[in-house]
């Protein structure tokens, strides 16, 4: 009971912070606003571990490269404390495939954030078309570099956009790319 209780936990806590860290690095990439209070919880909460890795490991191109290791170093932490808690031998877990696990566990969650992201955008399109929360800003913000190709591909049809549907497709067909890639380097479920 206590170490499904601990695996429930570790969960939780790996996902937000694994979420706040790849934030970090979509926030980067979309260059969103820095400004935003939500920006700034999320540059706060990953600035301690960013700081050295960035001595270290520089971005290219304006891809941060530190925060996509940072995601993968909390990721490859969270399976090696999820094989130790599930009653596992620490020395027969392989750090290849510990690697691998969790640049295939970082891919997915991308995936994810953008899938709900963009969701959450066409959602409040209806609800709520001309907010300026700084939550639906920011989100906007995110998924623009996704959602600005297909949009130059598909343009709209009658004031509809059908953008989403299209990147949603792709979204699942990325997802299950992922999902035997995960299959393919014996990832755990």
Request: positive net charge.
């Amino acid at each position: 009971m206590l170490a499904e209780i601990f695996i429930t936990v570790l969960q939780f806590v790996a996902m937000f912070y694994l979420t706040v860290v790849l934030l970090r690095f979509l926030l980067q990439l979309a260059r969103a606003d820095f400004y935003n209070p939500i920006s700034q919880f999320v540059v706060k909460a990953t600035n301690p571990p960013l700081r050295p890795l960035r001595r270290v490991i520089p971005g290219i191109g304006g891809v941060d490269g530190a925060s996509l290791v940072l995601a993968v170093l909390v990721s490859a932490l969270f399976f090696t404390l999820l094989w130790v808690a599930s009653g596992y031998p620490l020395t027969a877990l392989n750090p290849i495939a510990l690697l691998a696990w969790a640049g295939v566990h970082v891919l997915g969650l991308i995936i994810e954030i953008y899938f709900w992201a963009i969701l959450a955008v066409v959602i409040i399109s209806w609800v709520a078309p001309q907010s300026n929360h700084p939550a639906i800003m920011l989100v906007a913000q995110i998924t623009e570099p996704v959602m600005r190709p297909v949009r130059n591909i598909v343009p709209p049809l009658g004031g509809l956009d059908l953008s989403p549907i299209f990147v949603f497709l792709i979204l699942n067909v990325l997802r299950v790319m992922v999902d035997h890639l995960g299959a393919a380097v014996g990832m755990p479920v």
